[in-house]
């Protein structure tokens, strides 16, 4: 109910008014049954926009630290979450993969659509990384389609670490529908895992004409972030 009323007429309202999103190829979300969306993430944003334009509700897979913030803003944030249907995610330990893909197949499992950032995370400096194969074993487990999605201008109206966007038009596009039928019974299989992952992953940069990096985008931040403290220190 919540969620509803937040998309209706509440927050979707004033995202569409705010932003002017332009919409393309929303004809390619499938009008019912199972089936994964799978998006580039550039911001905080991404997590309100789309859902806002799409007819069908959708449910993401969100990091656990969404609900577990301390504080009175970390038990606003997730109460809005759950709230609004989605599911956290504890993304440390062995386990963590499993347990997503679980979760995951639970959604798909109701003819629900599910909304996944195969990235992992959000890409700091605007370029699109490397896939994690979790969508791939969802979609050939659950064997729903993969619809492409790319947010296009959410970096610049809210890069990681801007509390409050800047209203200007974005753009989403939504590419048609990956079938990987034909690789039904082989979601055990690591190289599959990875070219179905790829191949997500080329069709979401078709759509939003990043510069793309062969790499997972954690183990870039953590270099970065690594370099800064050297850097630091060094400077002492």
Do not use: W
Not at 27 to 55: C, Q, R, T, W, Y
Request: hydrophobic share 40%; charged share 25%; net charge positive.
């Amino acid at each position: 109910m919540f969620y509803h009323l937040l998309k209706h007429v509440l927050l979707g309202p004033l995202l569409r008014l705010l932003f002017r999103p332009r919409i393309e190829g929303l004809e390619n979300v499938p009008a019912e049954g199972a089936a994964i969306v799978a998006g580039n993430h550039l911001s905080f944003s991404d997590h309100f926009l789309m859902p806002a334009i799409l007819k069908r509700r959708i449910t993401f897979l969100a990091k656990a630290e969404y609900f577990t913030g301390p504080g009175l803003k970390g038990r606003l944030t997730a109460a809005f979450f759950r709230s609004a249907g989605q599911i956290p995610v504890d993304r440390s330990g062995k386990e963590a993969g499993a347990a997503a893909i679980r979760e995951g197949l639970g959604v798909l499992a109701k003819g629900e659509l599910l909304g996944i950032y195969p990235e992992g995370t959000r890409s700091h400096d605007g370029r699109l990384y490397k896939g994690k194969v979790g969508v791939a074993a969802m979609a050939l487990g659950a064997r729903v389609p993969v619809v492409p999605c790319a947010m296009v201008g959410t970096f610049e109206i809210q890069p990681p670490g801007q509390v409050v966007p800047k209203l200007r038009r974005v753009t989403i596009r939504f590419g048609r529908p990956l079938d990987f039928s034909r690789y039904a019974g082989m979601e055990g299989e690591r190289a599959v895992l990875r070219a179905v992952t790829d191949e997500i992953m080329t069709a979401i940069l078709d759509l939003s004409g990043q510069e793309y990096v062969d790499r997972y985008a954690t183990e870039v931040k953590a270099e970065e972030e690594e370099a800064r403290r050297r850097a630091r220190r060094g400077t002492r």
